[in-house]
């Protein structure tokens, strides 16, 4: 099919949606053979208290595979990590934005926190947005955004926002999205961006999610010393060009306290967090 406007800054606009949907959490837990890695942490009443659907395999971005139990515990401890934070500061969080947020890996868990948090998503991929609209709780709404900075939102409207795994692959106009941000956060509001840092292509192994995307690209060699580093203060390594959502984007860790500085006040940087991506923890200034 000939491409649509639409799709020059979102993802899959034309598309009318035919999902299968999994059982909830608690039905995957037994045949689950990474569930393991996640036994630190305190899940089971919201094991118990999400009855709710999970998205098929292909409807979260690939989110581990075959491991529906694993997927939904990523989720909650991102989750956990994110008002662990928001403690650790003394914000309050009663507006909570994840953009980008798929199929609702870490919203899920922030609208049935007992908290009673309004949980705001957005993503560029219309087919995320309808499996939210059709399967999360209600208490979780989620609107389809585009690649262009610019969110239908009240400015001071939020008191926490997250965007995991997606300043990763904005190749364009992120310093927009860093203004769009902190026009939508309260004051002394947090924002949990994750990113790619010279530390991620020195650390990633074949076991990485990330290594055949990058490792596969035809130029590599030619950006890339043998020690795996770039010049450079962001290495860009796009794959399509003719459409949003197409790259892994890394910057230098000092570049990005620099210009995400400027916006915001870093106050933590934390290396590896949970597993494979850096977070930069942001503060809106008061
Ligand atoms: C790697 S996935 C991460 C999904 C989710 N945040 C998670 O951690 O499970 C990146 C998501 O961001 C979305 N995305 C990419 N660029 C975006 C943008 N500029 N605004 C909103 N969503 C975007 C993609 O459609 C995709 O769903």
Redesign the pocket.
């Known amino acids: 099919m000939a491409a649509i406007w639409e799709d020059m800054v979102s993802?899959n606009s034309g598309k009318e949606p035919e999902f299968n949907i999994l059982p909830p959490a608690a039905q995957h837990y037994e045949a689950d053979e990474r569930k393991k890695m996640f036994d630190h942490l305190d899940y089971r009443e919201a094991l118990a208290r999400d009855t709710w659907p999970l998205p098929e395999t292909q409807n979260?971005?690939g989110?581990y595979g075959p491991h529906h139990f694993s997927f939904w515990a990523s989720?909650f401890q991102?989750a956990k990590n994110l008002l662990d934070v928001a403690d650790k500061y003394g914000v309050q969080v009663r507006d909570y934005l994840?953009?980008?947020?798929?199929s609702g890996?870490?919203l899920r868990h922030m609208a049935l926190n007992e908290r009673g948090i309004r949980a705001v998503g957005?993503?560029?991929?219309r087919l995320?947005v309808e499996w939210c609209n059709l399967y999360l709780p209600p208490q979780a709404r989620v609107f389809h955004?585009s690649?262009i900075p610019s969110l239908p939102l009240a400015d001071n409207s939020m008191d926490l926002v997250s965007a995991?795994?997606?300043f990763?692959?904005?190749e364009a106009f992120e310093t927009a999205?860093l203004a769009e941000l902190e026009r939508v956060l309260r004051p002394g509001g947090l924002a949990w961006l994750t990113f790619h840092s010279e530390h991620t292509l020195t650390d990633m192994n074949e076991n990485w999610p990330l290594w055949k995307p990058v490792m596969n690209y035809p130029n590599i060699g030619n950006v890339l010393d043998a020690e795996r580093k770039f010049k450079g203060n962001r290495l860009v390594v796009r794959w399509q060009n003719e459409r949003?959502?197409a790259s892994n984007v890394f910057y230098k860790t000092d570049y990005l306290k620099n210009v995400w500085g400027r916006f915001f006040k870093v106050v933590e940087v934390r290396r590896r967090f949970p597993q494979f991506q850096d977070v930069m923890i942001c503060r809106k200034r008061a």
Request: glycine share 6%; net charge negative; proline share 0%.
């Open positions: 993802l979260r971005e989110y989720g991102d994840d953009i980008g947020c798929a890996r870490v957005c993503d560029i991929n995320h955004s690649t995991f795994s997606v990763t692959h904005i999205w949003s959502y």
